[in-house]
T-cell receptor, first 118, second 112 residues
Framework: NAGVTQTPKFRVLKTGQSMTLLCAQD?????MYWYRQDPGMGLRLIHY???????AKGEVPDGYNVSRLKKQNFLLGLESAAPSQTSVYFC?????????????????FGPGTRLTVL | RKEVEQDPGPFNVPEGATVAFNCTYS??????FFWYRQDCRKEPKLLMS???SGNEDGRFTAQLNRASQYISLLIRDSKLSDSATYLC?????????????FGQGTTLQVKP
């Protein structure tokens, strides 16, 4: 049981290049998330998915696209990388969240991808 | 103003010390509260949930004050292995989707 895995672990891009970050989970979780972490900013939600075939925007979606073609995979794409996208990217997953009563399922995070855009 | 605010520290304490971290949140619609732990260059991991009545897990005690929108984490008898960044996290529901809002973290260094 690998939990949440991310590839690649490190990447250096030039401005304008494109790339895709892959997240995979083997816990049969419905919810998946992409965050970025920058110094002094905390983790910020980029996009998320509440199930296979669905995606939604988070707090900082501009410049990113996502796809959830299979339940276990969540892809994050950068079409034209910019230096402002230099960051550490974390993927996370959680089980089906409860209703409005506030019940919650723990989010499990992948090990992160360190991306530098020159 | 950030929705979840923490003192970034660092807090430098000797082994065996008691240390407390505080966190405030601005959105009264926040419904669930957590502390996550993040080791250097690693991913965040859930440390504990925070309940209204306060809760304890070994050397760790979490408190929530909804009226003041304030969350705390107390660590007793600090160990070297407690050195990490502690993230205050709130879960805010929009419709049937919950989203985690993270504070920027408080760094703890426990020294021998």
């Amino acid at each position: 049981n690998a939990g949440v895995t991310q590839t690649p672990k490190f990447r250096v891009l030039k401005t304008g290049q494109s790339m895709t970050l892959l997240c995979a989970q083997d816990m049969n979780h419905e919810y998946m998330y992409w965050y970025r972490q920058d110094p002094g900013m905390g983790l910020r939600l980029i996009h998320y998915s509440v199930g296979e075939g669905t995606t939604a925007k988070g707090e900082v979606p501009d410049g990113y696209n996502v796809s959830r073609l299979k339940k276990q995979n969540f892809l994050l794409g950068l079409e034209s990388a910019a230096p402002s996208q230099t960051s550490v990217y974390f993927c996370a997953s959680s089980g089906l969240a409860g209703g409005g009563g506030g019940s919650y399922n723990e989010q499990f995070f992948g090990p992160g991808t360190r991306l530098t855009v020159l | 103003r950030k929705e979840v605010e923490q003192d970034p520290g660092p807090f430098n304490v000797p082994e065996g010390a008691t240390v407390a971290f505080n966190c405030t949140y601005s959105n009264s619609a926040s419904q669930s509260f957590f502390w996550y732990r993040q080791d250097c260059r690693k991913e965040p991991k859930l440390l504990m949930s925070v309940y209204s009545s306060g809760n304890e897990d070994g050397r760790f005690t979490a408190q929530l004050n909804r009226a003041s929108q304030y969350i705390s984490l107390l660590i007793r008898d600090s160990k070297l292995s407690d050195s990490a960044t502690y993230l205050c996290v709130v879960n805010r529901w929009t419709g049937n989707t919950g989203k985690l809002i993270f504070g920027q973290g408080t760094t703890l260094q426990v020294k021998p």
